[in-house]
């Protein structure tokens, strides 16, 4: 693959896939372009075992995201990919429009209604469902409010007649990884991103 990329002149920004994958392809990549690459981020995916509720639960409800949110569904998005240092270049009026659509994010309102975490949920595809992003505004994390929205979440992707729930987590975030974990999933494997 390194090969054929750097003899067909692509450019590509980076590589992220399976790590024992990956670093091969890291390799062979420095060996053929002479390339400085570097590791970005490690990450570890996991999937659902027996789904277990937040002790303590936080006060409120999950709901799921309508066409109201969209405003606040577009800045949490912004402000997540801002917080993971991603260069996310993606409009996030399409991401949210497009989740929307079939009731892809999960709101955790506190008991006062108002919106304090989200999850967002991928479409049931091959008996399948992915759960990203989870996200919390800074101001009111540690109140238990994303593992609460994550569980409904992962309940109503059970319900939905997923087998598989799968989410990844930043392997530097031993919170978000103790946090899963307790909630019931566990890990598959490593995977592992590398920018040019």
């Known amino acids: 693959m390194a090969a054929r990329l ?3 002149g692509e450019n590509p920004h980076g590589f992220s896939g399976d790590r024992k994958s990956v670093e091969a392809l890291v390799t062979a990549w420095r060996q053929r372009t002479g390339d400085t690459v570097v590791e ?3 990450e570890r995916l996991y999937n659902l075992g027996t789904l277990t509720a937040p002790a ?3 006060a409120g409800r999950a709901r799921v995201a309508d066409r109201g949110d969209r405003d606040l569904l577009v800045r949490w998005a912004q402000e997540y990919a801002t917080a ?3 260069p996310d270049r993606r409009d996030f009026g399409v991401w949210a429009d497009g989740r929307l659509a079939y009731g892809g994010v999960t709101l955790w309102e506190n008991d006062g209604g108002e919106p304090v975490a989200m999850v967002g949920s991928s479409r049931l595809v091959a008996g399948q469902v992915r759960i990203a992003p989870v996200y919390t505004p800074i ?3 540690g109140r238990g409010y994303g593992s609460a929205v994550t569980a409904a979440a992962a309940q109503a992707a059970l319900v939905g007649g ?3 729930v799968l989410l990844f987590t930043d392997l530097a975030n031993a919170t978000s990884n103790a946090i899963y974990q307790r909630l019931g999933f566990r ?3 490593d995977f592992v991103t590398y920018r040019l």
């Open 40 to 42: 970005h981020r490690r």
């Open 139 to 141: 101001h009111l994390r």
């Open 162 to 164: 997923a087998a598989d």
């Open 84 to 86: 993971i240092g991603e």
């Open 56 to 58: 303590p639960m936080p």
């Open 6 to 8: 750097a003899d067909e």
């Open 187 to 189: 890990p598959v494997t």
